[in-house]
């Protein structure tokens, strides 16, 4: 199927691949904002896991081993700033712009000696012959693991959110700490699992990237992903099956102009790399002001910090 | 009585700089209604802070029913059978009833027996409740509901209400005395805390009074007078507000057909306001805050801007002037929200007076700021107002609600405003205080300026206003005169009780 010499199954099957870095990222971010804390480091998290999951499957050889040390390692990021915020009360937006500036200086002080090494391929999960089913074969069953995972992730936060008592205790804490804390609730113990939840994911979402989407470790290498995860996160008004959306809208968008670029279209490269990017936020933008809930869907609590006066 | 069921006994207390509790003791029966009174600061949620586990004594013992107790935090608190129903409410506005139910409880059932359960128990005790309804559209009594419901499906032992009637119309509050003598004659106990002398005076079977942190007596309320109880609390004479009576002057502000739309979802907005005050003359405006209160005193002040025509003051149109114009021409006004909205907490008294006080005061030469004079200033208003800080270099934050209230209201009165807008200026002011800051709008009106006091606390209404109208969901009232207004009257005037249809 090919239209305007661009392979619409082809595109589709990119588009996962595409998206699936900052649907990782965006889901994290969504559980933690969830739970009241604003976290501007994604950026940072996502190119400590990517250095981190190249590094770790580079020398282990084990392309899963490399999305463990990358989870970990986003998931240590989040937790110097669960410590910050969390525990010495620093600002929150401040405290998650300096986590992506130390992030990408890390990674690239850490990635020095991976530049220009290819890392261990991760193969395609074995579907047999539904993989040969004409057009949805490739569509669905063509992709490695973690484009499954992700999407489980997505129905499970989904899930945990909406039908858990865990999931109800998180979204209480991040409507109104105080009350969750009069009810006794350990309001700091809630936000420190979901800032590591979305660390690690963030973490898993860049070591995606070095190993499997580009698959080669390169400085700053994220590219803006964790900003445009955060900005999902904003535009999806906190809700997981919207955050998916976002995030296929933005990694399709990627996909199309790669394509558009290989067919040689005389449209200067600089449009088109800057397309996902402005395409995705003006799509979010126009999606959030018809759901004119938006901004009211915010937590109430996000961004403030808690204190228990005893 | 024989029968204890909490007893107390010399339980301590301190922070940083205060006891907040002295070696308290007391002891409350099964089906008790027993009282919690004293004045702001005398130490009542500090006390009911450590009996629900939210904070540890340092020392000092409790038993509840004849076991040591020592709850470590709320929940063990809960499973001991103590509940409590807080000042200000526990509820998550943007989740349902039921989610805010099943959040305040140990083992929830599932989502759908919970529901049923909410429904039998609050038809059961009259205090009818929709499940699903998001928290954020119910009005405050509905919320109360929401959280005495909540500790119900928990069968307590203990009940503790922290201020429960502070947001509630006559109506509500009738309803909720209704559940709490059902819930008292089921042999449940009861621990109010309230400043509502009257209220403990219906309600009550038993009272401790506490003063700076100590037990100073106990008593049976319905034998005493309200004003023996608030001596008793205040340890001295209590001072009343005179009243005397004064001639209005011309009309100094009206208002014609003023609108507003709501800022957020959850938002109150304002229908068709008209209203007219004339020089000398209060006007009380009573309703449960949240029914367009702050906007009302945000379109009058300037804060917020209203369509042309709408505010008027002397005949002039100032519906597009802003805060520091309206202050030119004597309008001032002092919002309900003292931190953050009256005064900045971490700023100091005098810089605090130069947020108001740079049109009328000479507090600015040439566009520098003039420190003494703002410094001098503050002190007049700390003298004037007897608020009580070490001086005018103390941060906003650091002063004690009532006294950075007198503050604020004394920032403006001190600025001979022609008309005078005040939200709230009692709200968790202890008794005496109150009485001085009603003494000063008083005065004020006296000296022929024009008031509107927007309030909850109808007792205050009736004591200082002229005249009297209820503002209900963003809709006001036809003004009465106060005298000879009952307490039934308002209350019906202020929309009876929200809510009171059985949901289906």
């Given at each position: 199927m090919i239209i305007g010499g661009i392979d619409i199954i082809t595109l589709i099957s990119m588009l996962m691949v595409?998206?699936?870095?900052?649907?990782?990222?965006?889901?994290?971010?969504?559980?933690?904002?969830?739970?009241?804390?604003?976290?501007?480091?994604?950026?940072?998290?996502?190119?400590?896991?990517?250095?981190?999951?190249?590094?770790?499957?580079?020398?282990?050889?084990?392309?899963?081993?490399?999305?463990?040390?990358?989870?970990?390692?986003?998931?240590?990021?989040?937790?110097?700033?669960?410590?910050?915020?969390?525990?010495?009360?620093?600002?929150?937006?401040?405290?998650?712009?300096?986590?992506?500036?130390?992030?990408?200086?890390?990674?690239?002080?850490?990635?020095?000696?991976?530049?220009?090494?290819?890392?261990?391929?991760?193969?395609?999960?074995?579907?047999?012959?539904?993989?040969?089913?004409?057009?949805?074969?490739?569509?669905?069953?063509?992709?490695?693991?973690?484009?499954?995972?992700?999407?489980?992730?997505?129905?499970?936060?989904?899930?945990?959110?909406?039908?858990?008592?865990?999931?109800?205790?998180?979204?209480?804490?991040?409507?109104?700490?105080?009350?969750?804390?009069?009810?006794?609730?350990?309001?700091?113990?809630?936000?420190?699992?979901?800032?590591?939840?979305?660390?690690?994911?963030?973490?898993?979402?860049?070591?995606?990237?070095?190993?499997?989407?580009?698959?080669?470790?390169?400085?700053?290498?994220?590219?803006?992903?964790?900003?445009?995860?955060?900005?999902?996160?904003?535009?999806?008004?906190?809700?997981?099956?919207r955050a998916l959306i976002g995030a296929y809208l933005f990694g399709g968008i990627t996909a199309l102009q790669l394509q558009l670029q290989a067919a040689g279209y005389a449209i200067p490269v600089h449009l088109l790399s800057m397309a996902p990017y402005v395409l995705t936020i003006v799509v979010l933008v126009l999606l959030s002001v018809v759901h004119r809930r938006g901004v009211q869907a915010a937590p109430a609590a996000l961004g403030r910090s808690f204190h228990a006066a005893s | 009585m024989t029968e204890i069921l909490l007893k107390i006994d010399g339980l301590t207390k301190a922070y940083p700089g205060v006891v907040a509790n002295d070696h308290v003791g007391f002891s409350v029966a099964p089906g008790e209604v027993h009282a919690l009174l004293g004045e702001n600061g005398a130490g009542k949620s500090t006390l009911v802070k450590m009996i629900y586990g939210l904070v540890k004594p340092d020392s000092g013992t409790m038993e509840f029913l004849g076991r040591p107790y020592t709850p470590a935090e709320p929940r063990a608190a809960r499973a001991a059978g103590v509940a409590m129903v807080f000042q200000h409410f526990s509820l998550f506005e943007a989740l349902n009833v039921a989610e805010n139910v099943a959040l305040g409880m140990e083992n929830p059932p599932p989502m759908r027996d919970l529901a049923k359960r909410i429904r039998e128990i609050s038809q059961a005790y009259g205090l009818p409740l929709d499940p699903a309804r998001l928290v954020g559209d119910l009005s405050a009594g509905e919320r109360q509901r929401v959280e005495i419901v909540r500790c119900l499906l928990q069968d307590p032992k203990l009940l503790i209400m922290d201020e429960p009637t502070s947001v509630l119309t006559p109506q509500e509050v009738e309803i909720l005395f209704r559940t709490l003598r059902k819930l008292s004659s089921e042999g449940t106990a009861i621990l109010y805390i309230s400043h509502k002398l009257e209220e403990i005076r219906t309600i009550c079977d038993g009272a401790t009074i506490l003063r700076g942190g100590k037990v100073v007596g106990s008593c049976i309320p319905r034998e005493k007078s309200a004003r023996e109880l608030a001596e008793m609390m205040v340890g001295g004479e209590f001072a009343a507000t005179e009243r005397v009576s004064r001639p209005f002057g011309a009309p100094m502000l009206e208002v014609k057909g003023l609108s507003l739309a709501p800022l957020s979802q959850f938002g109150p907005s304002l229908k068709d306001i008209s209203?007219?005050?004339?020089?000398?003359?209060?006007?009380?405006?009573?309703?449960?805050?949240?029914?367009?209160?702050?906007?009302?005193?945000?379109?009058?002040?300037?804060?917020?801007?209203?369509?042309?025509?709408?505010?008027?003051?002397?005949?002039?149109?100032?519906?597009?002037?802003?805060?520091?114009?309206?202050?030119?021409?004597?309008?001032?006004?002092?919002?309900?929200?003292?931190?953050?909205?009256?005064?900045?907490?971490?700023?100091?008294?005098?810089?605090?007076?130069?947020?108001?006080?740079?049109?009328?005061?000479?507090?600015?030469?040439?566009?520098?700021?003039?420190?003494?004079?703002?410094?001098?200033?503050?002190?007049?208003?700390?003298?004037?107002?007897?608020?009580?800080?070490?001086?005018?270099?103390?941060?906003?934050?650091?002063?004690?609600?009532?006294?950075?209230?007198?503050?604020?209201?004394?920032?403006?009165?001190?600025?001979?405003?022609?008309?005078?807008?005040?939200?709230?200026?009692?709200?968790?002011?202890?008794?005496?205080?109150?009485?001085?800051?009603?003494?000063?709008?008083?005065?004020?009106?006296?000296?022929?300026?024009?008031?509107?006091?927007?309030?909850?606390?109808?007792?205050?209404?009736?004591?200082?206003?002229?005249?009297?109208?209820?503002?209900?969901?963003?809709?006001?009232?036809?003004?009465?005169?106060?005298e000879g207004l009952t307490i039934d009257e308002i209350g019906l005037m202020l929309g009876g009780a929200h809510g009171m249809e059985v949901p289906a």
């Open positions: 595409a998206s699936t870095p900052v649907l990782l990222a965006a889901t994290g971010e969504l559980v933690a904002e969830k739970s009241g804390v604003l976290n501007l480091g994604v950026e940072g998290m996502m190119i400590t896991g990517a250095v981190a999951g190249f590094a770790t499957a580079v020398s282990t050889g084990s392309p899963v081993l490399g999305f463990v040390g990358g989870a970990l390692a986003g998931a240590a990021m989040a937790m110097l700033f669960a410590i910050l915020t969390q525990v010495f009360l620093s600002n929150q937006t401040a405290t998650g712009l300096a986590l992506t500036l130390f992030g990408l200086g890390l990674s690239a002080l850490i990635g020095k000696p991976f530049e220009g090494v290819r890392p261990p391929a991760t193969g395609k999960v074995p579907f047999g012959p539904l993989s040969d089913i004409p057009v949805l074969g490739r569509i669905l069953f063509s992709h490695d693991w973690v484009v499954y995972l992700s999407l489980l992730l997505v129905a499970v936060t989904w899930a945990f959110l909406k039908f858990t008592r865990a999931g109800l205790i998180l979204r209480a804490v991040g409507e109104n700490h105080d009350a969750a804390h009069a009810l006794g609730y350990r309001v700091i113990a809630v936000r420190c699992a979901a800032l590591a939840f979305g660390g690690a994911l963030a973490g898993l979402g860049g070591a995606y990237l070095s190993l499997i989407r580009v698959p080669q470790w390169t400085e700053g290498m994220t590219a803006g992903a964790g900003w445009i995860a955060l900005a999902i996160v904003v535009f999806a008004s906190w809700r997981p099956e | 209203l007219s005050i004339a020089a000398g003359e209060i006007l009380g405006i009573g309703g449960v805050a949240g029914n367009g209160q702050e906007e009302l005193l945000a379109t009058l002040s300037g804060e917020r801007p209203s369509a042309p025509g709408t505010v008027w003051m002397k005949g002039a149109d100032i519906s597009a002037l802003g805060p520091n114009p309206r202050r030119a021409l004597g309008l001032m006004s002092a919002p309900e929200e003292r931190l953050g909205h009256a005064a900045v907490p971490n700023m100091s008294l005098t810089d605090n007076t130069l947020l108001t006080g740079t049109i009328r005061m000479p507090l600015v030469k040439n566009g520098f700021l003039n420190m003494a004079e703002a410094k001098a200033f503050a002190e007049d208003i700390i003298r004037e107002f007897d608020v009580r800080t070490p001086g005018p270099w103390v941060a906003a934050r650091a002063l004690s609600g009532g006294n950075l209230q007198k503050f604020v209201i004394g920032r403006e009165v001190l600025q001979k405003p022609e008309v005078l807008i005040v939200n709230q200026p009692t709200w968790g002011v202890d008794a005496a205080a109150a009485a001085a800051i009603r003494r000063a709008l008083l005065r004020l009106a006296e000296k022929g300026a024009a008031l509107i006091v927007i309030s909850q606390d109808l007792d205050e209404l009736m004591e200082i206003a002229d005249r009297f109208c209820a503002l209900n969901e963003g809709r006001i009232s036809a003004p009465r005169p106060t």
